[in-house]
């Protein structure tokens, strides 16, 4: 019964290795070798505020979204950008990709 839920949970692994390639290719025109790569050159850092990320979620990131690397990408082009943090990522997305909107922000802040 172990070994075939190991086997099952292999399996799903895989499944998921292979559905994470399609996404890659289908949406950002990259590979997930090119992303391992990409991810390797950054030592694992987000492009913006370098904080460590991670590949994958596991165990001890206790479901943190934040922590888990995500591909930005122009959403008009579709064009791959670079390798984010959740944070980041979703802080690009709320202002829409507008700089100027970025830059309100930043005078804002100071």
Same mark, same amino acid.
């Given at each position: 019964?172990?070994?075939?839920?190991? $086997? $099952?949970?292999?399996?799903?692994?895989?499944?998921?290795?292979? $559905?994470?390639?399609?996404?890659?290719?289908? &949406?950002?025109?990259?590979?997930?070798?090119?992303?391992?790569?990409?991810?390797?050159? $950054?030592? =694992?850092?987000? =492009?913006?505020?370098?904080?460590?990320?991670?590949?994958?979620? &596991?165990?001890?990131?206790?479901?943190?979204?934040?922590?888990?690397?995500?591909?930005?990408?122009?959403?008009?082009? %579709?064009?791959?950008?670079?390798?984010?943090? %959740?944070?980041?990522?979703?802080?690009?997305?709320?202002?829409?990709?507008?700089?100027?909107?970025?830059?309100? =922000?930043?005078?804002?802040?100071?």
């Amino acid at each position: 019964m172990v070994s075939s839920l190991k $086997a $099952a949970n292999l399996g799903n692994q895989r499944l998921l290795r292979q $559905a994470k390639h399609r996404t890659l290719q289908r &949406h950002y025109k990259i590979s997930l070798k090119d992303l391992i790569q990409l991810y390797e050159a $950054a030592d =694992g850092k987000c =492009g913006i505020c370098d904080r460590k990320t991670y590949l994958v979620s &596991h165990p001890q990131l206790k479901g943190k979204y934040n922590d888990v690397v995500c591909v930005d990408h122009d959403h008009k082009t %579709g064009k791959f950008r670079g390798l984010l943090c %959740g944070s980041c990522n979703s802080t690009l997305g709320f202002a829409k990709d507008d700089t100027k909107i970025l830059e309100k =922000g930043i005078d804002y802040l100071n």
